[in-house]
């Protein structure tokens, strides 16, 4: 039967082939994730210590989305012992960016693992090439490789000043190995430099819904659920 298949599509032009095995694996992405329905995607941004944490825990609670933080996969990744634990562990330590390839592979496993059609991403993507890459997720199905479009619904922006973000993870005793005065500082020019153009470009293509953070939790959860209530 697949030899049969294989000879016919031999026949018709690739552009045609290529067309059609694009639209049957992205009908294939969406069934197996989410049951037939479209899989939606946030991104939650900000700088460290604007609270996308303690806000998407609630989104989870009163919208339903699965969290995923790209920062928590890549900490249960030190710990589960894996080769990269100590690139990663280094890494976060000095307050960069950790290879995309990794980030992307533990964000994909957690989506298919996650069986759920809305997910709302913390701290991803944290500069343009993981983006350009994430948008472009290449898998290997059926003839060949295939690019797969995954896009945001939208972003959703955690606008805080730097002196209070500083206040904040000095105050977090979470036990993070980057809740330090150096690493802080070295993630809020990380922040600037690279992440900042991630939602500058996200904010060109009308995508960004930005939040005043600076206020406490419980404002700030007022106007994240004005944004959600309304997508509903
Ligand atoms: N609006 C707020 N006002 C005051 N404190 C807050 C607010 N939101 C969160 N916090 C506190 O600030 C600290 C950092 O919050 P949180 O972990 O949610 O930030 P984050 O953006 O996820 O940071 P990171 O990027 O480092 O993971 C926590 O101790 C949290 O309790
Ligand atoms: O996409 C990502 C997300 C995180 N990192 C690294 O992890 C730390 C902590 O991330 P949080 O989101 O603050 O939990 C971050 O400073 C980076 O070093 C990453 O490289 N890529
Ligand atoms: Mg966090």
Not at 9 to 35: C, Y
Request: aromatic share 8%; proline share 4%; glycine share 8%.
């Amino acid at each position: 039967m697949r030899g049969g298949l294989v000879a016919s599509a031999r026949l018709l032009p690739r552009p045609l082939v290529r067309w059609f095995l694009q639209r049957r694996a992205q009908q294939d992405i969406n069934e197996n994730m989410s049951g037939g329905k479209k899989v939606k995607i946030i991104f939650v941004l900000g700088g460290p210590g604007s609270g996308k944490g303690t806000q998407c825990s609630n989104i989870v609670e009163h919208f339903g989305f699965i969290h995923l933080s790209a920062g928590e996969l890549l900490r249960a990744e030190i710990n589960s012992g894996s080769e990269n634990g100590t690139m990663i562990d280094t890494i976060i330590k000095e307050g960069k960016i950790v290879p995309s390839e990794i980030t992307i592979k533990l964000l994909q496993e957690a989506i298919i693992k996650g069986g759920n059609d809305k997910y709302i991403i913390d701290g991803f993507p944290r500069n343009e090439e993981n983006r350009v890459v994430f948008e472009s997720v290449t898998l290997v199905t059926y003839f060949q490789l295939l690019q797969i479009n995954i896009s945001p619904e939208f972003v959703l922006f955690f606008d805080c000043s730097e002196e209070e973000m500083e206040r904040r993870l000095l105050g977090r005793n979470q036990g993070r190995s980057d809740d330090n005065i150096e690493t802080i500082r070295k993630r809020l020019k990380v922040f600037v430099e690279s992440s900042l153009p991630v939602i500058e470009y996200y904010e060109s293509k009308g995508m960004v819904k930005k939040i005043d953070a600076t206020k406490p939790a419980p404002e700030v959860f007022e106007d994240v659920k004005a944004i959600f209530t309304h997508m509903a």
